[in-house]
């Protein structure tokens, strides 16, 4: 889950008629901790949200579509959309390295005033070609982000009259929308790893991505009101290793994305076992190959993610569920957050390869 109680200003501290006075009391609680960005369970499905180096890391072509609606249970739906694509540029005459590019467009939307955060960055990242197996890239994002807030559905606690909320009691804060913009700049460098092929026959596959990537660095305003509140620099490790078993249908996925925000941190481990439920053709691929994984991934003290996994050729879909461990279970009683999302690459990943990387 998007760590919602850990974020600051007036981003979750709304209070409406009909919510739970708990809910609203946990999250004021939390309100002094340093503001968050958004993301996501599956953070592997989206690359560039995740480190600008991924444009390019693993696929010659990816596009992928995130959707996450969260704590319906306890308020009006979080409801957050993600697209990125990325691809390689000049990799087929590439010798020594190749330039790699890639979008994304965020659009988060929370509670009853519809506080959101609308982002658009493009990323560039270079891949040095290491050995037929390896590369090592780096990559920077710049874009625009605008954060935004309608005060016309929000009821304030010096509108409560002493017997009834009163929305002819001035509640003190500004009237209509109010957004503000800033800046959205990052870098990372990422190492990938490929060897083996994917076939029952063989299965001695053994793909791998460490990263390391930084946000924010310039820590730009982050506040509704014109005070000093900034959004923290943030800095993410991320790994993911996906280990064939010989002669076997199956592969052990685990990986792990450690983020750390001003005084906030958040580590997210788990792992997935895949199952090969067919196998291409070996070269023509008009046989499309498929496979499905299950797995659970753990956020340090807020969540459990049972995570549903599965591929047909070239396109990939992802399920999982939030399940609430933190304080707020109070109130949510441990419901959280589901989460889709749909990837597609080029070329097929299930068709034979050599063991070169590109």
């Not at 990125?84 to 020594?96: E, G, I, V, Y």
């Not at 076997?248 to 450690?258: A, F, Q």
């Not at 549903?308 to 609430?324: A, H, W």
Request: net charge positive.
């Amino acid at each position: 889950m998007k760590a919602i109680e850990k974020s600051t200003g007036c981003r979750r501290a709304e209070f409406s008629t009909g919510r739970s006075a708990v809910f609203f009391f946990l999250l004021l609680l939390f309100a002094k901790l340093p503001a968050q960005d958004v993301h996501f369970s599956q953070c592997w499905m989206t690359p560039l949200l995740q480190n600008p180096g991924m444009a390019g890391a693993n696929y010659d072509l990816q596009a992928i579509a995130n959707y996450k609606d969260q704590w319906g249970s306890v308020a009006s739906p979080y409801k957050t959309f993600d697209l990125s694509f990325d691809m390689k540029l000049n990799h087929k005459k590439a010798k020594k390295g190749f330039m790699a590019a890639g979008i994304n467009v965020l659009s988060d939307k929370a509670g009853d005033s519809n506080m959101g955060t609308t982002q658009e960055i493009a990323s560039v990242a270079y891949h040095i070609i290491l050995d037929n197996k390896s590369t090592f890239g780096g990559g920077i994002m710049a874009g625009l982000a605008q954060r935004s807030i309608s005060y016309s559905q929000l009821q304030w606690m010096n509108q409560y009259d002493g017997t009834a909320y009163n929305p002819a009691l001035s509640s003190g804060e500004p009237a209509g929308d109010t957004r503000s913009s800033y800046a959205n700049l990052g870098a990372g460098v990422v190492w990938a790893y490929k060897k083996g092929e994917e076939y029952i026959s063989g299965n001695d596959q053994l793909r791998a991505t460490l990263g390391v990537s930084v946000f924010q660095p310039h820590q730009p305003d982050y506040s509704f009101y014109n005070t000093n509140e900034k959004l923290h620099r943030k800095i993410i490790a991320h790994g993911n290793i996906l280990y064939g078993i010989k002669n076997t249908n199956l592969c052990i996925v685990p990986g792990y994305n450690m983020t750390f925000q001003g005084r906030a941190n958040e580590i997210l481990f788990g792992s997935l076992l895949r199952y090969i439920t067919k196998e291409s053709s070996k070269y023509t691929g008009y046989v499309k190959g498929s496979a499905f994984s299950l797995g659970v991934y753990y956020r340090n003290r807020d969540a459990l993610v049972p995570t549903f996994v599965m591929e047909m050729g070239q396109y990939t879909l992802g399920l999982s569920y939030d399940v609430n461990l933190s304080g707020l279970k109070t109130v949510s009683s441990g419901r959280g957050g589901f989460e889709i999302s749909l990837r597609f690459v080029n070329p097929n990943p299930f068709l034979y390869k050599s063991a070169s990387r590109i």
